[in-house]
């Protein structure tokens, strides 16, 4: 019995959410007292793998060719399988990022093995493994409990696990490289560079500070506003969904059910009322702070700080004391 977690790298850098799946990996593989592996796929990634094995696992696996230097899902679903050979995972466990949306499937199906995707969290009862699933936006929990032969899949959503509770290494684990054996006839596709949003590069999944804008925001020209205070704390621009809807910002900036889900370490709400539509996709957030006038809105039960203030009050002063405690 062992759990394998992939780790993506995007970018010279792990995804964030990677962390996050490696502090859920650690968590299941201390109460089944079984042993914790990490792999990525790439093309020369043993070196930055040293990061990885500062937390407490018992190995991270390079899977080595050039021809995986570039993602694809034929490629890394052929690099997955040959460590499931190897190390005969109980679970394989992903990060929900976009691109473990497009391989994992094929990975699982390829194994006639399922897939939970999207679990918000796991369970285990009397050593069985669980996982619980959002439906109906996020309206019910499910439980889904797994049958059948290992190994099994599982992705984890944004912000389920927190990545700052990773336990740092006792001991420095080994890095492996494991050249997969892959030929250039089977990689059918050729993955052109990842989406990001042409100008502002946005990836509001890695961000560290998210300023939200809702409807309380009234016109499309107070938005900036919300600009002027993201950029005064080094943060993402987002919003609720009827912001986007009005087209006052791209639907790529839209936090929620059907927009993003976001974990960062501050999610600042401004004129937002809490609807659970929205609230699914920031719950995670380490520390939330709602500014809005209705001080019974729904998003005070969730917030760590709430100011139950009119933002255009609260906001202009807000960034022009950060700006001033940046000079
Ligand atoms: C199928 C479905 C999917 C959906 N998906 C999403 C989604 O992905 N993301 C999402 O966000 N929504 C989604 N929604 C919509 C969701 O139900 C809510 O309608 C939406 O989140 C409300 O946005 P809001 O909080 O900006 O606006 P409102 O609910 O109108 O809240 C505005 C808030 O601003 C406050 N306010 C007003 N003026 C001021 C002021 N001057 N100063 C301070 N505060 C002020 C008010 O007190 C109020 O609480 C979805 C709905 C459905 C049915």
Request: proline share 6%.
């Amino acid at each position: 019995m062992s759990i394998l977690v992939f780790i993506e790298r995007q970018a010279e850098r792990w995804h964030p959410m990677s962390w996050e799946a490696l502090a859920a990996g650690q968590q299941i593989a201390r109460e089944l007292n079984v042993p914790l592996y990490a792999a990525a796929v790439g093309a020369g990634l043993a070196a930055a793998l040293a990061e990885v094995t500062a937390n407490r696992l018992d190995r991270a696996v390079a899977l080595d060719n050039e021809l995986l230097r570039d993602y694809s899902a034929d490629g890394f679903v052929i690099a997955l399988r040959q460590a499931i050979d190897k190390f005969s995972p109980t679970l394989v466990l992903f990060p929900h990022t976009y691109q473990v949306r497009d391989f994992a499937p094929n990975l699982a199906a390829s194994l006639k093995r399922p897939f939970v995707s999207d679990a918000v969290a796991v369970r285990l009862t009397d050593g069985r493994l669980g996982f619980v699933r959002q439906m109906y936006q996020g309206k019910l929990h499910a439980d889904v409990t797994l049958d059948g032969e290992p190994p099994f899949f599982a992705s984890l959503q944004s912000g389920s696990f927190r990545a700052d509770q990773l336990q740092p290494a006792g001991q420095t684990a080994p890095v492996e490289t494991l050249t997969v054996a892959i030929d250039p006839s089977q990689i059918r596709t050729r993955s052109e560079a990842p989406f990001r949003e042409s100008k502002g590069e946005v990836d509001l999944s890695s961000a560290r500070i998210i300023v939200s804008v809702g409807r309380g925001i009234k016109e499309e020209d107070n938005i900036g506003l919300a600009r002027e205070l993201a950029e005064a704390i080094g943060g993402e621009l987002a919003a609720s969904r009827p912001i986007c809807d009005n087209g006052w910002l791209p639907l790529e900036r839209q936090i929620g059910s059907s927009g993003q889900t976001v974990s960062p370490k501050l999610y600042v709400a401004l004129g937002i009322s809490g609807a659970i539509q929205h609230v699914v996709g920031m719950k995670g957030s380490q520390t939330i702070v709602a500014i809005n006038r209705d001080p019974t809105a729904p998003i005070f039960e969730l917030a760590d700080y709430g100011v139950a203030a009119d933002l255009f009050e609260i906001v202009p002063a807000l960034t022009k004391a950060l700006r001033a405690a940046a000079e």
